[in-house]
């Protein structure tokens, strides 16, 4: 349990974490949301032979035989032409209306010379049919959206396209946040010369609801065993998140503190710098617990590389991360046995590839630095040092 590979307690925190519940959520409020079943079309798309363009259906038989044709009608969008097209006929037809049967040539109207109740073509070799037959997009029977998939707003419209009114959805797992320390005051506050202004809880809480999770601040605690199990003891939720007070420090009482609550730790320390006192473990009754340390880019790195996996696999959506490949800018010394993600800054070269550049200072404490950050470079443990034009894994960070 102890000096664990990211991998491994990764593994550890998702083991048996799978999707909650389910419930149905409108159209208007499923984005960000997972779908708990197959979205399967249950109608053609488009539901008949449409037409591409506006001008006039026709049989391709009478093109180029038939001088005028007799115009038989009209078919709109909404307001379909109610017959068959018989020989030496035409009807107007409009962008999205359906193809009457009998017809399967639309000539576009700035082609077409109308001369009262008959129109006439000025006729070119196989002219394209200009229909865009019934099913082109989907067909009855299809399945457009697999469980698992996060709802974007693309998606969305694919499923309004399939006449959904509400999707079955999974339940957004609860995140109780919590931080920890006698020297955080609440950012407005006036803190004495030995205190800081909170700033985990606010990130965490925003990653959690942009990670799919309903997250759920707890008033921060003080360091205190007994504060900080009051606080945990009673709140409804899946998950809760801790930050700080995960070392080896005298103040350092958030897993004595979920001792009191029957915690079973699987995750005691990983090898990943930021983040060595990261834990994760089960209480008595189910909930999960993930202790973040302090340091602020600690909890947030971890956040990342364990909170988001956890959050997607409790909503039954795939739990791997978005990593990509990418070049250094510039040459890095060898690692150390912990497996670094250094906070970087992206860039497109003029050959158009993606390069990274970590910063200089990767202090766990620096705010600032996370806040120009737009993505992680991974360094393996122990790698030697590293060149410029090198290709490294990252994770990118989403920046709005
Ligand atoms: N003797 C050792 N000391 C430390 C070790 C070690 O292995 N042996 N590990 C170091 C590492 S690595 C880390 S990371 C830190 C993490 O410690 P904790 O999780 O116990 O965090 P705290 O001590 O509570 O706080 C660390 C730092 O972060 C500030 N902090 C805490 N919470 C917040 C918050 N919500 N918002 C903003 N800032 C926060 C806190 O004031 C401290 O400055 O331990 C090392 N020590
Ligand atoms: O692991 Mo700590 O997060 O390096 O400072």
Redesign the pocket.
């Known amino acids: 349990m102890k000096n664990l590979t990211v991998e491994d307690a990764r593994a550890r925190m998702l083991d048996g974490a799978a999707r909650l519940g389910v419930e149905a959520v409108a159209l208007s409020e499923a984005v960000g949301r997972v779908l708990a079943r197959d979205v399967v079309a249950d109608r053609h798309q488009p539901p008949f032979d449409a037409s591409a363009m506006d001008g006039w259906a026709v049989r391709r038989a009478d093109y180029g035989v038939v001088a005028a044709f007799a115009i038989a009608g009209e078919s709109a969008a909404g307001r379909a032409y109610p017959a068959t097209l018989e020989p030496g006929q035409a009807v107007r037809i409009f962008t999205g209306a359906p193809v009457p049967p009998g017809a399967d040539l639309v000539i576009i109207q700035e082609e077409a010379v109308r001369d009262g109740d008959r129109v006439s073509f000025a006729a070119g070799d196989n002219p394209k049919s200009n229909i865009r037959p019934a099913g082109g997009d989907f067909r009855s029977g299809d399945r457009l959206l697999g469980a698992g998939a996060r709802i974007d707003p693309w998606r969305l419209s694919l499923a309004a396209a399939a006449g959904r009114a509400d999707l079955p959805v999974a339940r957004r797992p609860k995140v109780a946040i919590l931080?920890?320390?006698d020297?955080?005051v609440a950012p407005g506050g006036a803190p004495e010369a030995d205190q800081?202004?909170?700033?985990?809880?606010f990130s965490l809480a925003a990653l959690i609801e942009a990670w799919g999770g309903q997250p759920i601040k707890l008033a921060?605690a003080a360091d205190s065993v007994d504060a900080i199990a009051l606080a945990v003891a009673d709140a409804e939720v899946d998950l809760v998140v801790t930050?700080?007070?995960?070392?080896?420090?005298d103040?350092?009482l958030v897993k004595p503190a979920m001792a009191r609550l029957g915690l079973v730790l699987r995750v005691q320390t990983i090898a990943v710098?930021?983040?060595?006192?990261t834990w994760f473990g089960l209480l008595e009754d189910g909930r999960r617990v993930l202790?973040?340390?302090?340091?602020?880019a600690?909890?947030l790195v971890c956040a990342e590389l364990f909170l988001r996996p956890l959050l997607a696999a409790l909503s039954g959506a795939d739990p791997a991360l978005p990593f990509g490949v990418a070049r250094l800018a510039a040459p890095l010394p060898g690692n150390g046995p912990r497996e670094h993600w250094m906070r970087a800054a992206r860039a497109v070269d003029a050959e158009g590839r993606v390069t990274v550049t970590p910063f200089p200072d990767q202090d766990?404490?620096l705010?600032g630095v996370f806040a120009r950050a737009d993505a992680l470079v991974m360094r393996p443990a122990g790698a030697p040092p590293a060149h410029a034009g090198d290709l490294v894994v990252t994770l990118p960070l989403a920046r709005a």
């Not at 800081?196 to 809880?201: A, N």
């Not at 930050?243 to 420090?249: L, Q, T």
């Not at 710098?273 to 006192?277: A, C, H």
């Open positions: 931080a920890t320390g020297e955080l800081i202004f909170e700033s985990g809880s921060p930050i700080g007070g995960a070392s080896v420090g103040y350092d710098r930021p983040g060595k006192p202790g973040l340390p302090g340091n602020p600690s909890a766990s404490s705010v």
